[in-house]
C-alpha cells in the first residue's frame, strides 16, 4: 500500500482565500484523522471520522473549517476564508480501529496564508 | 483526564545512549506508541508497547512500560545523528479509537 496520501504538500494562498486539503486514507482502514501541527500549539486533532462519519469536531478551530468524507478513499478539510493564524502543517492519518488504534500519518499539507 | 507529558529538549553525544520520558494519565490505554518526526515530514511510527507488557526491545530501540507510576521511556542505544528528530509518545483511548499525544521531545544529536 502507498500509505496515506495527501495533497496539496504545500499551499499558499491569500488572506480570505479558500483553502481545500485533501486526504487519501490507507485501503481498509476505517478511521480517518486530522491534526494540526504548529510550533505553538503542537499536535493538534481537529476532527475524525469513523466510517465516513464525523465522530469527534470538537478540535476544530472555529466555522470557517469544515471537514467531509464523501467515501472510504477520500477526505477533505476546508477553510473558508483562510487567516494568517492558519498557517501550519495539515496532517491526516488513518487506523483500522476496532481496538486496533495505531495511526499511519500522511506527509503533510504545509500551508502558508499570506 | 487525558494528558501526555514529555520534556521539551534532549541533547546527547553520538553514540550515547538517549532515554526520552513520558507520563501518561490514563490507567486503561491499551497501547502506548512512539513516533518520531523528522524535519519536514510526517509523524513515523517506531514502536509501540502494549500495556501488559514491560519492556519491549527492538534494534537500538528499547521500551520501558511502569503502570504504576503511569510512566513510558524510549531508549535510543547508540544514538546517531540519524537519531535527530521529535519524539512524540501516545496513549491509546480504547473508548474512543483516538490517540493522545504528547508535545514531543526534540532530540539533538552532537557529533
Known amino acids: 500500500d502507498a500509505g496515506v496520501i495527501q495533497s496539496p504538500r504545500h499551499e499558499v494562498t491569500e488572506m480570505g482565500q479558500e483553502v481545500t486539503l485533501r486526504c487519501k486514507p490507507i485501503s481498509g482502514h476505517d478511521y480517518l484523522f486530522w491534526y494540526r501541527q504548529t510550533m505553538m500549539r503542537g499536535l493538534e486533532l481537529l476532527i475524525y471520522f469513523n466510517n465516513n462519519v464525523p465522530i469527534d469536531d470538537s478540535g476544530m478551530p472555529e466555522d470557517r473549517f469544515s471537514a467531509k468524507m464523501p467515501n472510504a478513499s477520500f477526505s477533505t478539510l476546508k477553510i473558508q476564508p483562510s487567516e494568517p493564524r492558519d498557517s501550519a502543517v495539515y496532517f491526516c492519518?488513518?487506523?483500522?480501529?476496532?481496538?486496533?488504534?495505531?495511526?499511519?500519518f500522511g506527509p503533510g499539507t504545509r500551508l502558508l496564508v499570506l | 483526564g487525558e494528558d501526555v507529558e514529555q520534556s521539551l529538549f534532549l541533547s546527547v553525544r553520538e553514540g550515547d545512549s538517549s532515554v526520552i520520558n513520558c507520563t501518561y494519565t490514563d490507567s486503561s490505554s491499551t497501547y502506548l506508541y512512539w513516533y518520531k518526526q523528522e524535519p519536514g515530514a510526517g509523524l513515523q511510527l517506531l514502536t509501540y508497547?502494549?500495556?501488559?507488557?514491560d519492556m519491549k526491545q527492538d534494534q537500538r530501540l528499547t521500551v520501558l512500560l511502569n503502570k504504576k507510576d503511569k510512566h513510558l521511556s524510549l531508549r535510543i542505544a547508540d544514538t546517531q545523528t540519524g537519531d535527530s528528530a521529535i519524539y512524540f509518545c501516545a496513549e491509546s483511548n480504547p473508548n474512543t479509537d483516538k490517540l493522545i499525544f504528547g508535545t514531543g521531545t526534540r532530540l539533538q544529536v552532537f557529533p
Open positions: 492519518a488513518s487506523s483500522l480501529g476496532d481496538r486496533e488504534e495505531t495511526q499511519y
Open positions: 508497547i502494549f500495556s501488559n507488557m
